[in-house]
């Protein structure tokens, strides 16, 4: 199968990922059917959808004609079969629960055409362990879009161990056509790129909560002093202590001991203190954002430090094949963290011993492993890697 032969999408799941999904491929002109398990869920999910259309049509982003072309493109259904019925690409967005992915995928390949390409959007989970369901393994493939769907530029395309070059190929071109930057994740490893990348921070960050001696807008204020958008523990409380816990807990089975959560996160959930959704979390959302001092005088851990890890983690992400090149974890970085640069093009500018001697500190302070510069980053190899 190739781009030409993709006309319709079919996307599991009326969630926030789903209903995003299901609006960037109709906005790039693809019959798109949109199917959950209640209709209150599938008429709130285009309720967001029409809402997100109309925003973009206030804002001169598209025209009235355009954003209705959209809308007309977009059905929705209870039925798996009809979804199915005729389309080319499947894509689920269900919740991270393997078992249930299991079963979404395991109804999918029987009812779905025998060519169709099944994708999964998980944000973490092996895409090899839940395609071992599917029959033709050759078609189905990791197609993780970042949150919200509908601003977020990047989209991982992750081969599992049976993907083939074709699948990967038209779910690259079919992203483009929504307008995304797709980047190929050549192997099937945890957090892929973007989340593997950013993962030793949040564990830095948990290790910073149970130490207690910098305040988090110590931190957060430096950052959006300099302009970013989400700081570090402001994302933490953004994406749910919850979530942002079972992150850590997974990578902690699977790559290393040291990403294991500390008390304070624990706590906080035992509390309810979730973040965002809950009011309070590391922060006090009451106001509807979270309350950052960010006249908060610096404490002796920043955003170099944070960077450092970054590219460090970067250099270990190319060593180990996930990406074709530096440039595509740059690429995926960039777009995926809404980040000034991605790592590599960061650390160009910065010297070796810096990178290392900050590494060393945080690894030294807070007994992590996983912060060990590499020998790339030691002797300043890391410079011309991929060339």
Request: with cysteine; proline share 4%.
């Amino acid at each position: 199968m190739n781009i030409n032969d993709v006309k319709k999408i079919a996307v599991i799941g009326s969630g926030a990922m789903g209903h995003g999904i299901a609006q960037v491929f109709a906005q790039a002109g693809y019959t798109v059917v949109m199917k959950d398990i209640k209709q209150e869920m599938l008429d709130n999910a285009v309720a967001k959808v029409r809402e997100s259309i109309d925003f973009l049509v206030g804002k001169g982003k598209i025209s009235r004609e355009d954003g209705d072309a959209a809308m007309a493109n977009l059905s929705t259904t209870m039925d798996t079969a009809e979804a199915v019925k005729d389309a080319q690409v499947v894509i689920e967005a269900v919740p991270e629960v393997m078992d249930l992915k299991k079963k979404v995928f395991t109804e999918l390949s029987g009812l779905a055409a025998k060519d169709a390409i099944l994708a999964t959007n998980t944000s973490t989970m092996s895409v090899s362990e839940i395609g071992s369901v599917v029959d033709n393994p050759g078609r189905f493939v990791g197609m993780h879009f970042f949150n919200p769907v509908n601003r977020m530029k990047l989209v991982e395309i992750i081969y599992g161990d049976k993907t083939s070059d074709d699948t990967a190929d038209t779910l690259s071109a079919a992203s483009e056509k929504c307008g995304k930057i797709p980047v190929k994740v050549l192997k099937d490893r945890p957090g892929f790129i973007v989340n593997r990348i950013n993962a030793p921070n949040q564990a830095l960050l948990s290790c910073i909560l149970d130490e207690g001696k910098i305040r988090p807008d110590q931190i957060d204020g430096v950052m959006k002093q300099m302009g970013a958008k989400m700081a570090p523990f402001e994302t933490a409380d953004f994406v749910g202590l919850d979530v942002f816990c079972h992150t850590l807990d997974y990578y902690a089975q699977t790559l290393s001991d040291d990403y294991k959560p500390g008390s304070y996160l624990k706590e906080k959930i035992e509390k309810g203190e979730l973040g965002m959704k809950s009011g309070k979390g590391i922060y006090d959302w009451s106001s509807g954002s979270a309350a950052i001092d960010t006249k908060s005088e610096a404490g002796d851990i920043t955003p170099l430090h944070l960077l450092a890890i970054q590219i460090n983690e970067a250099v270990r992400v190319y060593k180990e094949g996930l990406a074709e090149s530096v440039a595509d974890i740059d690429n995926a970085v960039k777009f995926g963290m809404n980040a000034f640069a991605g790592p590599f093009t960061m650390a160009s500018g910065m010297q070796p011993e810096q990178i290392t001697e900050a590494l060393e500190f945080l690894g030294n302070r807070f007994k992590l492993g996983i912060l060990e510069p590499e020998p790339e980053i030691r002797d300043g190899s890391f410079k011309t890697m991929g060339q």
